[in-house]
């Protein structure tokens, strides 16, 4: 499947030799710490890169790097100090991220060193070119030298959370010197947190049959430093963690040097084929070929979509959208999900919350646990920046764990279907501190014991949905994930009539639908009957797959409540208690798209919007907040300017697009996914065949993008002081497809206006 979006990525280029224009950005300045550190990265490495104290500095990340308690590990953190040190004198510092070219450069004087990662192997690459020779110390830095006792507080990098069990260790990782090499690996036993999961959710009996991607996981790499020799170790601390460094020095004074660094995981017992496998890597590196190849990669990156305004206010939306869009595309070939709570991006985690004194391998939330709610933002926008080669990641995430959530739905209630958690590990089954360590012996085994996530199962359905609309915009050979869409379908028939028919004589309501209860309209209201974010997600996967027909007539009607004589949508027929501050009843809205501009009934959606006591209780930018999205969606300018402006601002961290830590961390990438999103949505929305351009766009503010639509089409448009001066289309009979908002003139030849009022 990835090598297909590959090929429907170099077909989307062949269409268009527009330069995107991007400026990249530049410091004067060296950092004070990590916290101040800029991403770099590529293929499927992050790289947080800053200058501290006249030292080069970067933390080095991969994607499915976990350890036995699956905490993401990152590999380390590389030292590099020049001398004579160009970078102590800060008047003529500059440090760069080259967005064009998709590298970091740091220079001083006539010292220019870059650094980047290999769009198509694992490989670092840190080259330094200097007019003067000069020496070099480089630290090869780890804080996993000796087993770590997880400290109170500390588990929630893993799936044990604040369960962890008494005198739990990361174990430490193995590290060697030869000459000019070092090798460095982490590798997880046999027996791992997976085990205690299954123990723990009564699926000991099909242990054998499940997936388990973390037994006997090897992840680590070999570091080659060309023209230095080993010089020993030294120890000391960074941001509160002590560490161990394995030094190397450069033989002589050289006006030239370079340092590769490939990285390798692995299952397997035999580490002497995972050294070799990682050798192999490190031996094919042709830094020439592998440099044009790269750049030329991130040069057609940014040739598939953009979004530039030279608005004040605007011209930051859309330099911070397409900043946090490079960082995905850091993790655009990764095995694993570019995840919701940093990505690949984290750095020390005291300098994000003081009291959280740990090492540099925390975050909140876990290192494999794939929250659906989050996980989602950081997705939804792929498909109109064109990014569809990135998306795989998190399909084939879900693909994998099918087999474990048929098993789920077979031994706990005897039928069928894909019954995935919300809270899902990278093994299929929830996560063991939210499934829940004081469960009653009477409760459902196949029910989180937690009051949040008691019967959260739906949205599994917006990945389903994201997949048939690949197959819509870009005509995607699907085939591989039908059946995952199958049995995600399939468990909420076959669970709904299995509970009813264990309440009465009836699987179904007296109008012959399923009786959705007990649900949760996310993890706000619970105990709900018919849910309207449930109804409305598989009302539109069924649709959208247009296989089950017969599931479809069964699906209940949209409920709906009328509050101070405004009919709205209500969050469900009835629910028991709210436990968070989501706004489920807006789902219709977005992701559903049921509701919304150029739709039926507009105005239903709209005093939901407005008028919702709990969507105004509830209303904010924060993290994974999406008003700004159904602001946008309904069409309501004002509003959808309001949210971008506090959304899309800069994050509270010198790089822009480091926001968070919001509900869960830093950098807050759902932060970051529902700005995109959002921003996509005011300037372009598809309603059946016709493409609405402006939605929610000020016609007076100067704007320029490119997106993609429906149906194999990109659009480009340019607005310039209230006139469209520009209109791209592709291919062109979608031209007819436009329509536009009333502009007071235009200068795009022979082209009809479509009236369109975006304040509605």
């Known amino acids: 499947m990835k090598r297909f979006f590959l090929i429907v990525f170099g077909w989307m280029i062949g269409m268009s030799v527009q330069v995107s224009g991007h400026a990249g950005l530049i410091w004067r300045t060296p950092s004070t710490d990590s916290s101040a550190s800029m991403p770099c990265g590529g293929g499927d490495i992050g790289m947080n890169v800053w200058v501290e104290d006249g030292d080069v500095l970067f933390y080095i990340s991969r994607s499915g790097t976990f350890d036995e308690h699956n905490c993401l590990l990152k590999?380390?953190?590389?030292?590099?100090?020049?001398s004579p040190n160009p970078f102590l004198n800060v008047e003529n510092f500059r440090q760069e991220l080259k967005l064009e070219d998709g590298y970091v450069e740091i220079a001083a004087g006539k010292t220019v060193i870059q650094l980047w990662a290999d769009v198509y192997h694992p490989v670092i690459h840190l080259e330094i070119n200097s007019s003067i020779a000069c020496q070099a110390e480089l630290y090869y830095e780890n804080w996993r030298h000796r087993d770590r006792v997880i400290r109170k507080g500390e588990g929630q990098q893993n799936s044990y959370k604040w369960t962890t069990p008494k005198g739990q260790v990361t174990t430490a990782d193995s590290i060697s010197v030869t000459s000019n090499h070092l090798v460095f690996f982490h590798q997880n036993p046999s027996k791992t947190v997976f085990d205690y999961a299954v123990s723990q959710q009564g699926l000991d009996g099909v242990k054998t049959l499940l997936m388990n991607p973390l037994s006997?996981?090897?992840?680590?790499?070999?570091?080659?430093?060309?023209?230095?020799?080993?010089?020993?170790?030294?120890?000391?601390?960074?941001?509160?963690?002590?560490?161990?460094?394995?030094?190397?020095?450069?033989?002589?004074?050289?006006?030239?040097?370079?340092?590769?660094?490939?990285?390798?995981?692995?299952?397997?017992?035999?580490?002497?084929?995972?050294?070799?496998?990682?050798?192999?890597?490190?031996?094919?590196?042709?830094i020439t070929k592998d440099k044009k190849r790269t750049r030329l990669w991130w040069q057609?990156?940014?040739?598939?979509?953009?979004?530039?305004?030279?608005?004040?206010?605007?011209?930051?939306?859309?330099?911070?959208?397409?900043?946090?869009?490079?960082?995905?595309?850091?993790?655009?070939?990764?095995?694993?999900?570019t995840k919701f709570n940093g990505g690949l991006f984290t750095f020390d985690p005291c300098l994000v919350d003081s009291t959280l004194a740990f090492t540099p391998d925390f975050r909140k939330w876990g290192g494999g646990t794939m929250t659906a709610q989050n996980q989602r933002l950081v997705y939804w926008p792929m498909l109109k920046s064109g990014d569809l080669d990135m998306m795989t990641s998190q399909f084939d995430f879900y693909n994998r764990m099918l087999r474990n959530a048929e098993l789920r739905s077979l031994i706990y209630w005897q039928h069928a279907g894909a019954c995935f958690a919300e809270q899902i590990e990278n093994y299929g089954l929830p996560n063991p501190a939210e499934y829940g360590t004081k469960r009653p012996d009477y409760f459902d085994k196949g029910v989180e014991y937690n009051a949040w996530l008691e019967y959260e199962w739906d949205t599994v359905l917006e990945f389903c949905q994201m997949i048939l609309e690949t197959r819509n915009y870009r005509k995607v050979d699907i085939t591989a994930y039908l059946p995952l869409i199958e049995s995600t379908l399939t468990f909420f028939e076959e669970h709904y009539r299995y509970l009813a028919t264990r309440r009465g004589a009836k699987a179904l309501d007296g109008e012959g639908h399923l009786i959705?209860?007990?649900?949760?309209?996310?993890?706000?209201?619970?105990?709900t009957n018919n849910a309207s974010s449930t109804i409305a997600a598989l009302r539109t996967v069924l649709e959208a797959y247009g296989k089950k027909p017969e599931m479809l007539s069964i699906i209940p009607p949209?409920?709906?409540?009328?509050?101070?004589?405004?009919?709205?949508?209500?969050?469900?027929?009835?629910w028991e208690r709210i436990n968070n501050v989501e706004t489920p009843q807006l789902y219709p809205v977005f992701p559903w798209r049921i509701y919304g501009v150029a739709r039926e009934d507009l105005e239903i959606a709209r005093n939901t919007y407005?008028?919702?006591?709990?969507?105004?209780?509830?209303?904010?930018?924060?993290?994974?907040?999406?008003?700004?999205?159904?602001?946008?969606?309904?069409g309501l300018t004002d509003e959808a300017v309001r949210l971008s402006a506090l959304k899309l601002a800069d994050g509270p961290f010198r790089f822009p697009a480091f926001w968070g830590p919001g509900y869960d961390w830093a950098?807050?990438?759902?932060?970051?996914?529902?700005?995109?999103?959002?921003?996509?949505?005011?300037l372009l929305q598809a309603v059946g065949e016709k493409i609405h351009l402006f939605p929610a766009w000020p016609i007076e503010w100067n704007v320029?993008?490119?997106?993609?639509?429906?149906?194999?089409?990109?659009?480009?448009a340019e607005l310039k002081d209230g006139e469209l001066v520009g209109l791209t289309v592709i291919p062109e009979e979608r031209r007819k497809d436009i329509e536009l908002p009333e502009f007071t003139s235009h200068k795009v030849d022979n082209w009809t206006i479509y009236k369109f009022n975006s304040q509605g």
């Open 75 to 82: 590999q380390g953190r590389i030292r590099l100090r020049l």
């Open 516 to 527: 959705l209860f007990p649900g949760s309209a996310c993890e706000t209201y619970k105990m």
């Open 300 to 337: 057609e990156f940014w040739q598939r979509s953009f979004i530039r305004s030279d608005e004040v206010q605007a011209s930051v939306w859309a330099r911070n959208y397409t900043l946090f869009r490079y960082m995905l595309g850091c993790n655009a070939y990764g095995d694993y999900p």
């Open 704 to 716: 320029h993008f490119k997106l993609h639509a429906p149906g194999n089409t990109t659009v480009e």
């Open 667 to 682: 950098p807050d990438h759902n932060w970051g996914g529902s700005g995109m999103i959002g921003l996509q949505e005011m």
């Open 216 to 286: 006997n996981l090897v992840s680590g790499g070999v570091l080659r430093a060309e023209g230095y020799t080993y010089a020993g170790t030294i120890d000391g601390v960074y941001a509160g963690t002590d560490y161990r460094a394995w030094l190397f020095r450069t033989i002589k004074p050289m006006k030239h040097q370079k340092v590769h660094i490939a990285l390798h995981t692995e299952q397997t017992t035999d580490l002497e084929k995972w050294l070799q496998n990682a050798k192999r890597t490190l031996a094919a590196v042709d």
């Open 610 to 634: 407005l008028y919702d006591p709990d969507a105004l209780r509830f209303r904010s930018h924060v993290g994974w907040k999406q008003d700004n999205i159904w602001a946008a969606c309904l």
């Open 558 to 574: 949209l409920p709906f409540r009328t509050l101070e004589g405004k009919q709205m949508i209500s969050p469900a027929k009835t």
